[in-house]
């Protein structure tokens, strides 16, 4: 049985996840031999009840598990509702494109309207895998905008060396009311501009790699009142546990390297945090 890193100190006050996947870290998609992380979170033997309650013991009391084809959307939305202390995000991720087909895209937007669903996402663009073709990726990108103003949920972006392009496609069709940027990977210029249209930027853990200045000034130049933080569990832990499988209740990592850069007392984060992630994802 894999071994998951030791948890970090508690927080002063609680907080929420805003993006892992739940259904990798337990099994339900099962990891391909080209995915390590996903193969040793699973190898770990959890679920989804001992994921709340290790992340509850840090004070993480609260996630979003994040949809990224209908399998998932699907498996995210019954746990939501299984669930009280989890919401969850429905979409066709990018990588996908290619099934977002009109019926699927249908089944989205049924999921979205469900009241345990708070996010249409992840979706967006991804110009490092070649997984979909760009035509296909904008035409679904688009139409989950849509999808997300008819409902009335958060957008939740996947946006991986598509920066010009994403903010361009949200100018274009209009964006929603309530826009997140997951795993936020642009620069301190980008952040300026994400903040300027009122969209909400969500760290994770390689804000804390020592390669990430960029990402540092990110954090420092986006409005407290914009800013969410994540794990992406099982993806992109926090150091010192980069390469290994991640989880929510190692969100403090990520929460204590942006309070220092910010400057803000961990508390005040903490409480921000959360208050933005009402006005994002609705209470629960």
């Not at 049985?1 to 998609?29: I, W």
């Not at 190898?43 to 709340?52: C, G, N, P, T, Y």
């Not at 469900?114 to 070649?130: N, S």
Request: aromatic share 6%.
């Amino acid at each position: 049985m894999s071994k998951l890193p030791a948890p970090p100190e508690p927080l002063p006050e609680p907080v929420f996840d805003s993006h892992c996947h739940l259904d990798v870290m337990v099994g339900t998609r099962q990891a391909s031999s080209g995915d390590p992380v996903a193969q040793a979170a699973q190898a770990a033997s959890a679920s989804v009840r001992s994921i709340l309650e290790d992340a509850r013991s840090v004070g993480v009391t609260r996630l979003v598990t994040i949809g990224y084809d209908l399998a998932s959307s699907r498996w995210c939305a019954r746990t939501a509702a299984e669930h009280e202390d989890v919401v969850a995000g429905v979409a066709i991720h990018p990588n996908e494109a290619h099934a977002a087909t009109p019926e699927a895209l249908a089944e989205i937007e049924a999921l979205a309207g469900r009241p345990e669903v708070r996010a249409v996402g992840e979706t967006g663009l991804d110009y490092f895998r070649d997984w979909a073709s760009k035509d296909d990726q904008h035409a679904s990108f688009r139409a989950h905008i849509e999808i997300a103003k008819r409902t009335g949920k958060a957008l939740v972006i996947h946006d991986r060396n598509a920066h010009d392009d994403v903010l361009r496609v949200l100018a274009e069709e209009g964006a929603p009311d309530k826009v997140v940027f997951h795993s936020y990977s642009g620069d301190a210029e980008m952040a300026k501009k994400c903040a300027d249209a009122g969209y909400f930027m969500s760290f994770s853990g390689p804000v804390t790699y020592k390669n990430a200045d960029h990402l540092r000034a990110a954090a420092a130049a986006a409005p407290l009142e914009l800013v969410l933080v994540e794990t992406d569990a099982p993806y992109l832990p926090p150091v010192p546990h980069r390469g290994k499988p991640n989880a929510p209740y190692l969100i403090p990592l990520t929460l204590r390297c942006l309070a220092e850069v910010k400057g803000v007392p961990l508390a005040d984060l903490c409480a921000a945090v959360n208050a933005n992630g009402v006005k994002v994802f609705g209470d629960w």
